[in-house]
């Protein structure tokens, strides 16, 4: 499952979390703000063992977050 890297800039802290749904709401953590950004640059994570990184060439063609995760 995919663990996006989200920003909230009223704390001003980053945080992961795992995103079951793409349209499901993300709060802050800490301040439970919904206003949160979600930081795409330098994603990445481990998936079976394998690195899996945003904007490589390795997602297919289809797949819109730079891996896989969300669309197999
Ligand atoms: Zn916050």
Redesign the pocket.
């Given at each position: 499952m995919p663990i996006y890297e989200y920003h909230?800039p009223?704390?001003d802290?980053d945080f992961e979390t795992l995103v079951f749904n793409s349209s499901e709401k993300i709060e802050?953590p800490?301040?439970g703000?919904p206003k949160v950004t979600r930081l795409m640059s330098g994603f990445a994570h481990k998936s079976d063992g394998k690195m899996v990184t945003s904007g490589g060439g390795d997602a297919c063609a289809s797949c819109a977050s730079g891996n896989c995760s969300t669309c197999h």
């Open positions: 909230c009223k704390c802290q802050c800490s301040c703000s």
